[in-house]
């Protein structure tokens, strides 16, 4: 099973920018499907972007055109770039791995990380 860690949470301004990065370790995900999720207070998780093992990206309307997904399967990592960042984007961030190297809404998450706290400050 994979395991993952995220890293580069913290606190911005709004309008300002983030990226997060998700080291994976205990085996390859160059196959898989890796997704971020948030989770703000008293809210239930939310799924925030997905990547699949060619690269191909799914991004909610609720931040299309300002987070973007991607992976370096070098280096086994996914990042989360965030721009013009939003006080309702303040939220626990997750990264998660897929059983599957596609992505759909219907895929189950083999492993999810701890998170990484981001605060968006107005």
């Known amino acids: 099973q994979v395991q993952l860690v995220e890293s580069g949470g913290g606190l911005v301004q709004a309008g300002g920018s983030l990226r997060l990065s998700c080291a994976a370790t205990g085996r390859t995900i160059s196959y898989t499907a890796m997704g971020w999720f948030r989770q703000a207070p008293g809210k239930e998780r939310e799924f925030v972007a997905a990547i699949d093992w060619s690269s191909r990206t799914y991004i909610p309307d609720s931040v299309k055109g300002r987070f973007t997904i991607s992976r370096d399967n070098a280096k086994n990592m996914v990042y989360l770039q965030m721009n013009s960042l939003k006080p309702e984007d303040t939220a626990v961030y997750y990264c998660?791995?897929?059983?599957?190297?596609?992505?759909?809404?219907?895929?189950?998450?083999?492993?999810w990380g701890r998170g990484a706290q981001v605060t968006v400050s107005s």
């Open positions: 998660a791995a897929y059983y599957s190297a596609s992505y759909s809404e219907e895929e189950k998450i083999s492993s």
